[in-house]
């Protein structure tokens, strides 16, 4: 059976410790030359930077993130192992591990880090897409004459220079599909290299729970809890029409992933879903005006991304979080397309209004989807507002100022409580 050193790289059929350096850490499987589908995850990123720049912190269990009233951005290992966990609050996980070191994310010095390892992926492979600052998907299918070497080598070669170079480790899932590959790579972390081939697929999912696959957030595990689906073997159960008839959209996709098919392929420049923004408050607060002055500036913030991306969106949504964790999201579909600061907030806070008196939040958040080309926003304006043109010449004169002047030249008043 095919085997690779990952220390090494050296290549060998036989034995357990690698015959050119004596070393364990190898990676074993019959398709291993053949796949070229790969996801590679950097390890605790977040964490792992900061640790490479305080060495005083390698031992100590460190999080990224907010103050006590936020949540965990990236936690080590260290602190993983006592239980704590990225989106957890941040109570809790000083709760689990009250001795851990709490640092605010450093987002330019992460994206700095990350922009290197996009570099050394560029060397092996033009097939690219970047999930986050810390993950990506990569094809290396065809590379093999190129570089000399099959896609496993050269995967194993970029972790290797990972550490080498950075002082980071990341996971490699190799696979035949996006799929499998990012299921692999969470196999076995930290600094792993986990394979799924082609052959073994339907055995390998068969009897593994089906949050596994990657998008299933809570809601649909509950939906498939009540339809009696938990592992992959309980979805190989159902007929794809009724599978469609109960979960739309969803259902035909679940009817090929347990089949370990997956069709999409490694886009370089996967388009942009959503735009959102949201904020934790440092108390939990049920007061009009401050909530109405954070759904402005969220509002303002996700217009502000859309107009730099050339963007709008055919749908606002809203997202409250209780006292009490139970999150309430509400989205509205609009007529057209738009990407004015002044309209999301309008349908924002109308949504806020339906939602009624059921605070004190913790969280506030807006958001736009169903993204499309700016040049096709804001076309048809509103009859039953004969003001908006107005407004809407006001903003764009707002943005004008605040691009020659700066963010803070020119605030609304409702921003300010």
Request: charged share 30%; glycine share 8%; hydrophobic share 40%.
């Amino acid at each position: 059976m095919p085997a690779l050193c990952r220390d090494c790289l050296t290549s060998f059929d036989e034995g357990t410790r690698c015959p050119a350096c004596g070393r364990p850490r190898i990676v074993r499987h019959d398709e291993l030359w053949e796949l070229s589908i790969a996801h590679m995850d950097c390890d605790a990123f977040y964490a792992s930077v900061e640790k490479r720049e305080n060495p005083e912190l390698a031992d100590k269990p460190v999080i990224i993130g907010g103050g006590r009233r936020g949540v965990v951005s990236t936690a080590c290992y260290v602190a993983r192992i006592r239980g704590v966990r990225s989106a957890m609050p941040m109570f809790k996980a000083l709760d689990l591990c009250p001795d851990a070191v709490i640092l605010k994310p450093r987002g330019a010095l992460y994206a700095e880090v990350s922009k290197t390892i996009r570099g050394f992926m560029e060397e092996l492979t033009p097939s690219i897409e970047p999930l986050s600052l810390d993950e990506a998907f990569l094809d290396l299918t065809g590379t093999a004459r190129l570089h000399g070497h099959p896609p496993a080598v050269m995967l194993a070669k970029l972790v290797k220079r990972m550490r080498d170079e950075l002082g980071l480790t990341g996971s490699i899932g190799l696979s035949h599909n996006k799929f499998l590959a990012k299921i692999a790579s969470d196999l076995d972390k930290p600094h792993g290299f986990s394979v799924i081939g082609k052959a073994e697929t339907q055995a390998f999912l068969r009897p593994r729970p089906v949050r596994m696959i990657w998008g299933v957030g809570q809601a649909t595990q509950e939906q498939l809890d009540r339809a009696g689906i938990r592992t992959f073997e309980d979805l190989l159960r159902w007929e794809r029409r009724d599978l469609i008839h109960r979960f739309g959209g969803m259902g035909d996709r679940l009817w090929h992933l347990a089949r370990g098919e997956d069709m999409r392929r490694v886009t370089r420049n996967a388009p942009v879903k959503s735009i959102s923004n949201e904020t934790t408050f440092n108390e939990d607060t049920g007061d009009e005006g401050i909530l109405d002055g954070n759904l402005w500036r969220m509002c303002e913030k996700v217009a502000d991304r859309a107009k730099a991306k050339g963007l709008a969106g055919r749908v606002v949504t809203l997202k409250l979080k209780r006292a009490d964790f139970k999150l309430l999201s509400k989205r509205h579909t609009l007529g057209d397309a738009t990407q004015m600061a002044d309209r999301i907030y309008r349908e924002a806070r109308q949504m806020f209004d339906q939602v009624g008196p059921r605070g004190p939040y913790r969280l506030i958040g807006a958001g736009l989807s169903e993204l499309v080309p700016a040049d096709q926003a804001d076309r048809l304006g509103d009859l039953l507002d004969p003001q908006a043109a107005r407004r809407a010449r006001a903003e764009r004169a707002t943005d004008a100022i605040r691009q020659r002047f700066g963010a803070d030249a020119i605030t609304k008043g409702r921003g300010l409580r």
